[in-house]
């Protein structure tokens, strides 16, 4: 009978899509016989064994917030892992995500019932990531809804739920809720599973001017205004007005210390001077205020004062 590769190795995603990868390996390695140096096969055998691995280092976990926690992890150390490949098979990357996060959805699922409202709202995040990444944008919104409903303000699950907001074509509600996700807390977002093509180009545009680990999620915020992504406004409550004034003291103190990290200052600072400026905009103050901004971002950072007034 002749063999057909393409045939067989469907069998195999069709096994990876369903979450089973012991099987999908025990399956590929007998095809080995027939086509040893077939890339396809390869490259898929590469996905399954670590997969593999992947889930016998979850079996590990007793507790189950550890095991879900470590889910996420073991999909980003997967993704660091495969993309070091020169050839990449897409029908196995497709089926592994699919699988992949079907499994874990599982045990999100199940513990959307936490009492405590942290952890609820974590696990209601994590489920939506779980939707998401398996295409289904509509549901893993309302997941995301669920779980700023549950905890409000939290930067991880509004950056999460903008996503989907872009995901789904609705760019405009998306632009808002990045912004307000990075003005809230850069450090909490997770750039890793954040998909829609305008975060991702806004990520790679930040790159390019040379930041990358913690940092660029600071500057990320800075080149969303100066790019004109993060281009709707909104105004700020008397409270929100407050507690921006005091930030803003606060780190103009902090950054007078020649021991302070000027890496996450001065874009934590930048950011927060570009929404005392919009609020002085919409709320039609004097513009000598907003003249004082804007000479304290031109000695902050001279080339993001011309590329912002211009």
Known sequence: MEFNIESELQKVLVLLEQGK???AQKYISGLFEFA?????????????????????????FEDPF??????????????????????VYEPAVYSVQKGFFTNALKYFSGMLEE????????????TGICYKKLGN????????????NICPNNAAVIAELADCYCLCGEDKIGKVLFR???????????????????????????KEKGFSGKVLHYWIP?????LGIFN?????????????KKNIYAMENEYKDPSCNEEIIIPKLLNSYFWQIDHYNLTHEPVMKINEILLKIKILDSSIYEAYIR
């Open 115 to 126: 009492k405590d409202s942290i952890q609820r709202s974590e696990m209601y995040r994590k």
């Open 36 to 60: 040893i140096d077939c890339e396809e096969i390869v490259y898929t055998n590469k996905c399954c064994t670590y997969w593999v691995d992947s889930l016998r280092r979850l079996r590990e």
């Open 222 to 226: 800075v080149y969303g205004v100066l």
């Open 21 to 23: 990868p012991e099987e």
């Open 180 to 206: 307000e996700a990075f003005f809230l807390d850069p450090a909490l977002i997770d750039l890793d599973f954040l998909d829609s093509e305008l975060i991702k180009a806004l990520i790679q545009r930040t």
């Open 66 to 87: 550890e095991r879900c926690d470590s889910f996420l992890t073991e999909w980003k150390n997967y993704q660091k892992f495969i993309s070091k490949e020169e050839f």
């Open 137 to 148: 944008y509509e549901t893993a919104r309302d997941y995301l809804i669920e779980a700023n």
């Open 232 to 244: 709707i406004k909104r105004d700020l409550n008397s409270q929100e007005v407050a507690r921006l």
